[in-house]
């Protein structure tokens, strides 16, 4: 489903009246919006312009009788406008529907801020019914779930289950495969509620150490490049066989080329498993099924190598298993990422672009603004800017670049053509290099810096509409 | 018997590719053909059919028909809907409790039994009422249902 903003059709005028206001609209449009422009406030809880809206809060309420006469109530923020509707959005009986409204809400979530400031302001104070959950704090608006699938276009989250038992959860309310932790379904929340925060990887414990403003928590940064011939400097596949080799873990997550140019991630034991996963593959590759099976099958010290999503996802699940698994550690090596791309769509974009085969690649590389992929010791290339068709959902709403939670990032930006930035974060990091010999070179901070200001300004860009409905609803509530 | 499951479940779900608006009926036909959907099932239809997979989660986890845990060969479900439980029903569910070793909404680890609490069968004068694999058991005492229960136990697999 597209979200549609305002409900608007491209039909005609229909004229309405709305608290006794003659006013305008295209016929369509939703009355909460129509009432937004002639300055009338209905507060919601549920609705937000970026998004289609759900009447599940009911809040916006309002009285409408229609052209014909006929008189009922119905939720604002769903309704079009329609010729000759008398609405009226702050009636008696329009207050007395909000209040009782206000009084099942403050049941469900009787501890939540927000809610009890909205019931304040029409002088509901307390609640007479039944309280199941005190510390409930999710009033099932579904913008979590609407925004994940509609703007994000992850779908990580949704409603599971049915009447008093439905609830918003991950599937099988385990860690999300999905989530990237672009932490849209925490931000628009109306409650703050922890459900969205459980299973996916948008609230993280940031990590700890001097910090730079665009590189994140840094304890020391350089170019350097190993023995090995891995994709730039072929630090990430020596940091894992050092790591392998002196126990740091025993297994490390990596991705392997399937078919052509399909990837998946795989469980490497040992140094040949490592090097057959050398070199990146501009996938986003779903590491948590794998990481889930690794703990459960018992085991405490993992390595993982990803980008910032992957990066997030593996240091949440940690931090959240902390109790439970005293001795898990998985040990994160970060990958520089702008945005990685869905295999199909890249597939036909190379052949659209260059008239290649994308399964026949070798190595490919995307390095100043350029994707090149190597085959038969040809080099072909294109634009990435060229490639925007095939940009994976929700990266363009990632504002992080460098991987702000490894352990280690490391990346082809900031260093000359043969060498990788590295950047320590941790001392765990730390630990993982000291093992590693490694020749340096010229390090490019500005160019770092130039990629991380472009990959959040771009997430601000388009997170901005949502941001704007947020801020609307707030002020509509400061308003009534 | 993993394979014989794995290629059952490819089976159903090819059938539906490309249709819209199949999600049920693929989910219902895969609960009746294994008794229940397991996540192997889930994850396929996902990638298949390009269904985001907590939006078949939020399906499958909705509707009473589908169970995303495994189900039991008998499927007993105890009437606790009004008439029946000012007619007992509590008694006779406690009866179906102890005589299978699980509680309501479990399934026992045999795979024999699934035990389920439902609120209405539509058949008040017959209560206390007890459905056992589709049919009606009316009027039911504890020991009427324990016999039928130990009779279904005691059957050739």
Known sequence: MVANETGA??????????????????????????????????????????LSPFGACRICCVDITDARGRNRIVTSCNYPAEEGLIVETKSEKVLKIRRKLLEFLLARTPKVARIRNLARIYGVENTGLWVENEDEDCILCGLCVRVCNELIGVSAINFAKRGVKREITTPYNEF????????????????GSKRVRTHTY???????????????????????KSSI?????????????????????????????????????????NVDEIMKAKGTKYLRVKMVPKIKELINAGKTKIAVVGPPCQARAARKIEQALKEDFP???????????????????????TDRLIGVDLDKAGKTQIRKGKFSLKIDGNEYSCRVKDLKNAIEKGCPYCSDFPALYADVSVGAVGSAEGFSTVIVRTERGKKLLENVSLTKG??????????????????KTNFAPLVEGIHMARLQEKAV | MLSEKTYKIDEIIDKYVGKEGALIQLLLEIQRSLNWIPREAVQKISEKLKIPVSEIHRVASFYTAMSLVPRGKHLVRVCTGTACYVRGASRILDAAEQTLGIKAGETSEDLKFTLEKVNCLGCCALGPVAEINGKYHGLLTRKKLEDILNRKRDESP
């Open chain 1, 176 to 191: 999300s495969d999905d989530c990237m932790g672009c932490g849209a379904c925490a931000m628009i929340c109306p409650t």
């Open chain 1, 229 to 269: 011939e891995g994709q730039d400097g072929g630090v990430a596949t020596a940091l894992l066989i050092s790591g392998l080799q002196n126990g740091l873990f025993d297994t490390a997550i990596v991705v392997q080329r399937t078919e052509g140019y399909q990837a998946e991630a795989v469980a490497a034991e």
């Open chain 1, 202 to 224: 948008s609230t993280l414990k940031p990590l700890t150490g001097p910090k730079d403003e665009d590189l994140g928590v840094c304890l020391d940064v350089f170019s350097a």
């Open chain 1, 327 to 349: 001795n898990l550690e998985i040990t994160i090596i970060g990958l520089f990422c702008f945005e990685s791309f869905d295999y199909n769509k890249l597939k036909a974009e």
């Open chain 1, 442 to 459: 010229d390090f490019n901070k500005d160019e770092v810096v130039k990629l991380c200001t472009l990959k959040r300004d771009r997430a």
């Open chain 1, 9 to 50: 059709k491209n039909g005609k005028d229909v004229t309405l009246i709305i608290d006794g206001i003659k006013t305008q609209a295209k016929e369509g449009t939703f009355i909460l919006e129509v009432a937004r422009q002639i300055g009338i406030q209905i507060p919601t809880l549920c609705y937000n312009k970026a």
